[in-house]
């Protein structure tokens, strides 16, 4: 099972490469929707920017109440709210956003044992079962950031095959 560490280092990883990657694209990229369903890279930033913080936060509420269920629907308040609201924003305001929730994570990630990534407990949603904090990470922070990345791209070869 990696390690804390590893798992830092791989969030981190691939928070700079959705930053660096976003920092070299046109506004026209960067609000560029490929279809009505899918979402254009300021969308996907402005997730990203709160996904970081919410899994972060839901990783340390279940490892401080291993009692507890944890998890949210794609239908999550906040989740909806980012993504609705980044097209409003600057993206050098979602890229510091993102800044600061990885620094938060960072932090808060330094109270986290490799043993805590063993404790297990119920995901709200019944489909995921009982599941390790491991599977929360990597499910949903560190494998949920590289696929976002994997989205931008597509976006991209999408707008690039378009024109």
Do not use: C
């Not at 981190?12 to 920092?23: A, E, L, P, Q, T």
């Not at 980012?82 to 890229?95: C, E, F």
């Not at 995921?128 to 991209?156: A, C, W, Y």
Request: aromatic share 6%; charged share 30%.
């Amino acid at each position: 099972m990696p390690s804390v560490k590893n798992y830092q280092q791989e969030m981190n990883n691939h928070i700079d490469g959705i930053v660096n990657r976003v920092k070299q694209l046109s506004d026209d990229e960067i609000h560029y929707k490929p279809a009505e369903d899918v979402w254009s890279v300021i969308e996907i930033i402005g997730h990203v920017e709160e996904v970081i913080t919410y899994w972060t936060k839901e990783l340390i509420r279940v490892i401080q109440d291993p009692d507890t269920s944890w998890g949210r629907g794609l239908q999550d308040e906040a989740r909806l709210s980012a993504v609705a609201n980044a097209p409003k924003r600057q993206v050098a305001d979602i890229l510091e956003g993102i800044e600061k929730a990885r620094n938060d994570a960072n932090d808060r990630w330094s109270e986290v044992s490799d043993k805590d990534l063993e404790l297990q407990a119920p995901h709200r949603n019944p489909k995921f079962g009982v599941k390790p904090m491991s599977f929360l990470v990597e499910h949903f922070i560190t494998d949920h950031l590289k696929n976002h990345l994997g989205q931008i791209e597509r976006n991209l070869k999408e707008l690039k095959s378009s024109n």
